[in-house]
């Protein structure tokens, strides 16, 4: 590049500001006002997130009540078999829209924490001395912003966190109910109970892996789509002292 070409916007964004406005009373109220808003709408997804897994246990456990009075009533017959596997295909719809959203509210918060890693890289550029003090990440690279993430460890134990968070819980209860549905199905056309048991637990298991390895690939690629203003490379200036309001810069 040419030393006459104009720098990218983004690096023209990411220059630490002169010492005069680091300095400004404003700076850190702004700042501070900022940090309130982004912690509020982290707040609001997880919120969102919860209604929402919330409410789909709702509506599965209304769907199984419905379902245990069709079978007293029908004797398990085949009119049951059939009614079952339109409730199932609800319930199983609704789950991969609710699965889809947590997906969503992971997305958004993952850009709300990597905003508020910006503005505490720029509380460090008006008090570099405070950086001791942080336990969360001041940049708003990968490395910075999964500071505030537990990261999976590998291998199993990694598998193993990765089922207790609300994505893994979902992406289980929809695969349970995928391998229901199909051994549901699978009986209502004639299929002797065995092998619709076996097509059920087949069925789980490629829907388990299918929407786990979607749900991986979702984060590994919003995790690479972050834009970076702040890398870890780059350390936080040392503001020069305030200009006081009499004259020259403090000692």
Do not use: C
């Not at 959203?101 to 992971?106: A, V, Y």
């Not at 990694?158 to 209860?173: D, E, H, K, P, R």
Request: charged letters at 15%; glycine letters at 10%.
């Amino acid at each position: 590049m040419s030393s006459t070409e104009p720098a990218h916007p983004l690096q023209e964004a990411a220059a630490p500001p002169p010492a005069e406005a680091r300095w400004d009373e404003r700076a850190l109220s702004i700042l501070t006002a900022e940090h309130a808003s982004l912690a509020s709408a982290r707040a609001l997804a997880y919120n969102e997130a919860f209604t929402r897994i919330g409410n789909y246990l709702s509506f599965l456990s209304i769907s199984f009540v419905v379902l245990a009075l069709i079978a007293q009533a029908t004797s398990f017959d085949e009119p049951f078999l059939g009614i079952a596997a339109i409730t199932l295909t609800f319930d199983f719809v609704i789950g991969l829209i609710t699965l889809g959203r947590i997906l969503g509210t992971t997305s958004d918060d993952l850009r709300t924490v990597q905003a508020m890693a910006r503005v505490r890289h720029g509380y460090l550029q008006i008090a570099p001395h405070l950086e001791p003090y942080f336990s969360d990440g001041t940049t708003d690279d990968r490395e910075g912003v999964m500071l505030s993430y537990r990261v999976p460890e590998s291998g199993l134990r990694g598998v193993l966190y990765a089922l207790t968070t609300s994505t893994g819980m979902t992406v289980i209860i929809v695969a349970l109910l995928g391998g229901v549905l199909a051994g549901v199905l699978a009986m209502f056309v004639g299929v002797g109970a065995e092998l619709a048991f076996g097509l059920g637990t087949a069925s789980t298991v490629v829907i388990f892996a299918v929407a786990g390895a979607a749900a991986g690939r979702y984060f590994v690629r919003d995790q690479a789509g972050l834009e970076v203003r702040f890398p870890s490379a780059q350390a936080a200036p040392v503001p020069e002292g305030p200009p006081e309001r009499g004259g020259g810069p403090r000692p």
